[in-house]
């Protein structure tokens, strides 16, 4: 076998996309239980959109983060507590709260050019004894050379592992491959790959960090996750233990956690509908979709072509009020609104 791959699963946090955010205590139980069984190292429980993210802007969930760390905790033995913190979303007593809960791993995520907002959290949670994971999303947006300066800023802070983050689903193998690989070259922690399938590519992407030197990865099980999805965990146990990798994985039990305990909460399958690939091919966040239904509708506008101009742009996550200025200027001809 080759070197041991560590696959943490996010189906109870990233995964919440597909479910508004709806996930029972009831549901959470029962999906960290059936991860627990098929031997995953890390689960991540939060809202979606992370500690704090439960909000009439992100989405109310049914249930708190305390609720939902509590639900989780109660059935692990050996996997452990993971959550995702966004500074400006989650804030130092929210970080507080989910240690007490349990939870002894943390990713801090902030956009592929703003690693230095994360350094307090970092080291809050390092005086906690908590592993840190550095999350630096929609790196496709940025050339390689960037990411690495942002990720040698995430190592500085003590980030443990610092992550690739393709949040829009929109890198490409060499990307993948480019990026991963001179983090690997240029840092002394582990680097880790983060996919979404808005282009199909997401377990292709995953073996090609990988196989450029990425020791964590994540999946969802079942693929659950905005617009098309994540990793689908069971897919992705499969494909490394084919090429020989190492996860620690029960691949009977994954795929039994995947078929029967968390398809049957899925309000639909998966699939890459054109809106899911139309994100994945602009480049823009999956979250600016509904966004952008609304202001094709009021202005008669192919919501592809506006989540193209958007990522011509390059809007980020928090620009979301540009959608309409964009979706105005193009109903009259400018292409968006002035620079």
């Known amino acids: 076998m080759r070197e041991r791959i560590r696959v943490i699963d996010t189906t109870l946090r990233d995964g919440s996309h597909s479910l508004a955010h ?23 429980v939060t809202h979606g959109d992370g500690l704090g993210g439960s909000s009439i802007q992100y989405g109310r969930a049914r249930i708190t983060d305390r609720e939902a760390l509590r639900a989780a905790r109660a059935v692990l033995c050996k996997t452990m507590l993971a959550v995702l913190l966004l500074p400006g979303i989650g804030v130092k007593e929210d970080l507080e709260t989910a240690c007490a809960e349990g939870a002894r791993v943390v990713r801090v995520a902030t956009h592929v050019t703003e690693a230095d907002i ?34 040698r800023l995430m190592e500085s802070y003590g980030a443990d ?15 993948v491959r480019r ?14 790959f983060h996919a979404h399938n808005n ?53 009977w039990a994954v ?5 029967d305990v968390v398809r049957p909460l899925m309000p639909r399958p998966q699939v890459i509908d054109k809106a899911a690939l139309s994100l994945g091919y602009a480049g823009v966040y999956s979250s600016f979709l509904l966004h952008t239904f609304r202001a094709a509708e009021k202005f008669g506008l192919d919501p592809r072509d ?9 809007v980020v996550g928090g620009q979301e009020d540009m959608i309409m200025d964009v979706a105005l200027g193009m109903s009259r001809g400018q292409g968006g609104p002035a620079s």
């Open 22 to 44: 709806q996930y029972s205590a009831g549901d959470i139980g029962r999906v960290a239980a059936a991860l627990e069984r098929a031997g995953l190292d890390t689960i991540e």
């Open 199 to 251: 282009l199909g590519l997401a377990v292709g992407n995953t073996v090609a960090a990988v196989e450029a030197g990425a020791t964590v990865v994540d999946g969802c099980l079942a693929g659950l996750g905005a617009g098309a999805g994540n990793t689908p965990t069971e897919v992705l146990a499969a494909v490394l233990d084919r090429l020989g990798y190492e996860t620690g994985i029960d691949l």
């Open 118 to 151: 994360s350094a307090q959290h970092m080291t809050l949670a390092k005086q906690t004894g908590m592993e840190v994971i550095g999350f630096l999303m929609l790196a496709h947006m940025e050339p390689a050379q960037k990411v690495l300066e942002q990720a």
């Open 179 to 192: 990026k991963v690989g001179l983090l690997r070259e240029n840092l002394a922690v582990a680097v880790g």
């Open 161 to 175: 592992v610092v992550y690739v983050v393709d949040s829009a689903g929109a890198m490409l193998p060499d990307d």
């Open 306 to 314: 506006i989540l193209v101009e958007l990522g011509r742009r390059r």
């Open 255 to 259: 795929m039994d956690a995947a078929q």
